[in-house]
């Protein structure tokens, strides 16, 4: 096609083309692209990760793409399609680029029953960008080259691409193939587009001109790298940051402007400080529910404007005085060219109203990230991390009470430690957790997972310890799933009935002896004070570790305030 074009295997161009977009790991389950596995070994230097489930697969693809920014790689072959797709909704709903590939059908057996096999395309439709299928061997070159352009393109996501056969069988046909790769695809994000002037300056003057604005910045900021530029800004005007859940890491928790994680599963003092303000200044954040409290936190009406590379997200729930179509780090950087430091003086006494609704909110829950309470309270183990993470950790959460727990009690206190979290799976965070440090292996990554997140999941333990990933996962145990203590409170009209606890506890379990046995290092802890000491220990084991935290089954965690 190119005019270099040789003969070759579908499988050995497959193998090629992964290895030149940088690809170092795939999580699978046989038995998919066997052809292509085999010369994975011959040709390259790609790690081949057998996992115990394709949803774990995908986890982990989800958890190496969002510690580096490179696509994850998972693969199944067609029988476990749909436990695949079921591992992307996480990645599409957290934006994060994640390349499935899957097995299909031949169109001679199509529609005959044949063993194991539906029509798989239709699931992958809601939870990917780009859904195709590559029944002839001659395009797996374009093909591939489409699945990268897409997943890091523009707001990265899913692919997938579905190969015919049952195991995807045509990687073994020949063709005149070339196994040509771009490398600007290789990573998000592949280009910077710039904000037309005018649309970025009127968003600088409205945020230069407002006496109690306020930045809530989101996973886009991370994804375009554009922390720095995000912090100077602030930093030159003097406005206070919330982010989202998904940008928790774009301003560290110890920095004199952050003001926490705004929305649902939040920090008291973000909420207030972002529905006392009076412009608020989004940037790469969809403005979805979570991140607004269904959009409570801040009201519709706000005076707001708004930054991000999605034409179609600008002011889909705010109306905007200013819409800027751009890279948030192109956007940022024109507008710290022109920002105009005298106009922070405006905003003294605005900061330090923020800055005290921090403190207040520091001194109230000094206490509980401070118990000695045992059984361990969880806001405790929160604060131990957030003493004790190295700075340049990958701090992974998993969704529900951990992703509540951490996304307001947990702070990160270095620019170069990583937040990544469950976009609202149980169970993602420790493969996820698994992915990532296969990504980042030079990186302490730690986990943080309720039992019921890490039940999921616990057979990749065994998967770690045979491919030493040596994560850290630190399990909050209480013997059940309590955030739906407080609906089921409900639902029984106000307390429920001892039966009714059936719903949502477990029987009692040592985790740290289950991790043992399967051959990791598993560390127990059922005292505050011996807290410090297994995480310290957990981080320096150099092997894969479960942390075993016994907490207290009725600590709830904080709701989100709306005033
Ligand atoms: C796939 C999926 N199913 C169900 C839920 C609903 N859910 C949210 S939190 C939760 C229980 C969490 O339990 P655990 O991880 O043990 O944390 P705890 O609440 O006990 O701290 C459930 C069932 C979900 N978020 N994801």
Redesign the pocket.
């Known amino acids: 096609m190119l005019g270099h074009n040789r003969r070759m295997t579908g499988a050995e161009c497959l193998a090629d083309m992964l290895e030149g977009y940088g690809v170092s790991h795939v999580f699978h389950v046989p038995a998919v692209l066997r052809k292509t596995f085999a010369m994975m070994e011959s040709r390259t230097r790609i790690k081949r990760l057998h996992v115990h489930g394709e949803k774990a697969a995908a986890y982990m693809a989800d958890g190496y793409a969002r510690a580096s920014g490179k696509p994850g790689v998972c693969m199944a072959q067609v029988i476990g399609a749909l436990n695949l797709a079921a591992g992307l909704r996480d990645a599409w709903l957290a934006h994060s680029p994640v390349i499935a590939m899957t097995g299909g059908r031949e169109p001679r057996t199509k529609f005959r029953k044949v063993y194991q096999e539906i029509d798989d395309i239709p699931a992958f439709e809601p939870v990917t960008k780009f859904n195709a299928t590559v029944d002839d061997v001659s395009r797996f070159p374009d093909m591939v080259r489409q699945a990268f352009r897409v997943a890091v393109s523009g707001t990265p996501g899913p692919v997938h691409l579905q190969f015919r056969g049952n195991e995807g069988q045509n990687d073994a046909e020949e063709a005149e193939l070339e196994p040509l790769v771009e490398p600007a695809f290789r990573q998000v994000p592949p280009f910077r587009p710039q904000p037309d002037g005018a649309s970025a300056i009127a968003a600088l003057t409205h945020l230069q001109e407002a006496e109690r604005p306020v930045i809530v910045a989101g996973g886009g900021v991370r994804a375009s790298g554009a922390a720095p530029e995000l912090i100077a800004l602030a930093e030159t005007l003097q406005v206070p940051v919330a982010t989202s859940l998904n940008g928790k890491d774009c301003i560290p928790g110890s920095h004199p402007l952050s003001v926490g994680v705004v929305g649902t599963y939040s920090r008291e003092s973000a909420n207030r400080v972002v529905n006392r303000a009076g412009l608020i200044c989004f940037i790469g954040t969809e403005t979805g529910g979570m991140t607004t409290h269904f959009w409570a936190v801040p009201k519709i009406g706000t005076p707001a404007v708004q930054i991000d590379i999605n034409p179609e997200a600008l002011g889909r729930n705010y109306p905007l005085l200013a819409a800027v179509n751009a890279d948030a780090k192109a956007a940022l950087s024109l507008m710290l060219d022109n920002a105009d430091p005298t106009s922070a003086e405006r905003r003294k006494s605005w900061v330090a109203e923020a800055q005290a609704i921090c403190r207040e909110w520091s001194a109230k829950n000094r206490p509980l990230l401070e118990s000695s309470a045992v059984p361990i309270r ?1 806001a405790r183990v929160c604060g131990e991390l957030t003493r004790l993470m190295p700075e340049d950790a990958i701090v992974v959460v ?5 992703g509540m ?1 951490m996304g307001g009690m947990f702070d990160l206190t270095s620019p170069r430690q990583s937040y990544l979290r469950s976009a ?4 993602w965070a420790f493969p996820a957790g698994l992915g990532a440090k296969c990504a980042a292996p030079g990186r302490p990554v730690v986990t943080f ?6 039940w999921y999941h616990i057979a990749e333990v065994e998967t770690a310890v045979r491919w030493k990933i040596n994560a850290v996962t630190v399990v ?1 145990n ?1 013997a ?5 203590k407080r609906g089921f409170d409900r639902a029984y009209g106000g307390t429920q009935t001892e039966q009714a606890r059936e719903l ?1 506890t477990f029987n009692p379990m040592n985790f740290a002896r289950l991790a043992q046995d399967m051959g990791a290092l598993g560390i127990r802890v059922e005292r505050p004070a011996e807290l410090a000491g297994a995480i310290e220990r957990g981080l320096t084991a150099d092997r894969p570790v479960v942390v075993d935290i016994v907490t207290d089954i009725d600590a709830l965690a904080p709701l989100a305030v709306t005033g």
Do not use: E, I, R, V
Not at 449 to 454: K, N, R, W
């Open positions: 969880p998993d969704t529900g009470h951990a727990w609202g799976h149980l169970g997972t309720g039992d019921a997140g890490f909050n209480n059940s799933g309590n955030q739906s949502w």
